[in-house]
């Protein structure tokens, strides 16, 4: 079984339209978190919810709204498509309680957003 | 978290060690050293990590140094597989990594 899975691993889509990316984690974690991988290659941290609450919130668009339903899922949902939006992301986990700065983060595959 | 310093690429032949540097001048007592790599079209995944003594796991060993302002990750013997992107990340909390450009590493066969 796969720790963090993503789905979908590729998409393609319109400008303008809406859409989500889905995440779960099969590891026991009580973090998740999501990151972006634009085309120069730099992995940036976009959100970190622990036991269902947002913990992170970095400088990114309201149109970006993460759902945590519970603690195995955090689902990315992206309103009104940019080209800017085009990018890899990926999906993480860790267990952060009792282990702090030292555990470790799990990350999912990507999800390749493709905005034409 | 404090920002660290590495070489944006390395070479290295196939079978021989790789030490691949990182300077963390401005790390403080309570931030661990971690360092993740990323092959291509993967996502990133966990090598190695440390706070003040020199760590051994089956991927590669960690030496910090004694005043921990660099460490160095090592490959006792490269493979083409681990021809990867390297980050070395200082975290002084559990609830977020921050990656920086981390090192190209291309191994030779």
């Known amino acids: 079984d796969t720790a963090v899975s993503q789905t979908p691993k590729y998409l393609v889509t319109q400008m303008g339209n809406d859409k989500s990316i889905k995440c779960e984690q099969n590891?026991?974690?009580?973090?998740m978190y999501w990151y972006k991988q634009d085309s120069k290659k730099f992995l940036k941290i976009m959100f970190s919810?622990?036991?269902?609450?947002?913990?992170i919130n970095e400088t990114v668009p309201n149109r970006f709204s993460p759902k945590s339903p519970d603690k195995a899922h955090l689902n990315l949902h992206i309103n009104s498509l940019e080209l800017g939006d085009s990018a890899v992301y990926f999906c993480?986990?860790?267990?952060?309680?009792?282990?702090?700065?030292?555990?470790?983060?799990?990350f999912g595959e990507g999800s390749w957003l493709t905005v034409v | 978290d404090a920002k660290t310093t590495q070489p944006n690429s390395m070479e290295s032949n196939e079978e021989e060690p790789v030490h691949l540097p990182c300077n963390h001048s401005?790390?403080?007592?309570?931030?661990?050293i971690h360092w993740y790599r990323q092959l291509p079209s993967q996502g990133p995944e966990y090598v190695i990590h440390?706070?003040?003594s020199n760590v051994n796991n089956r991927m590669a060993s960690l030496a910090i140094a004694e005043d921990r302002k660099s460490s160095t990750l090592i490959l006792h013997r490269a493979t083409l597989r681990d021809a990867a992107v390297y980050y070395c990340?200082?975290?002084?909390?559990?609830?977020?990594?921050?990656f920086g450009a981390g090192t190209r590493l291309t191994v030779k066969p």
């Open positions: 993480a986990s860790s267990q952060t309680a009792g282990r702090g700065a030292g555990n470790t983060i799990y």
């Open positions: 590891l026991g974690h009580d973090t």
């Open positions: 919810y622990n036991n269902k609450e947002l913990i």
């Open positions: 401005t790390i403080s007592g309570t931030d661990y």
């Open positions: 440390g706070l003040t």
């Open positions: 990340i200082l975290r002084d909390s559990g609830n977020d990594m921050r």
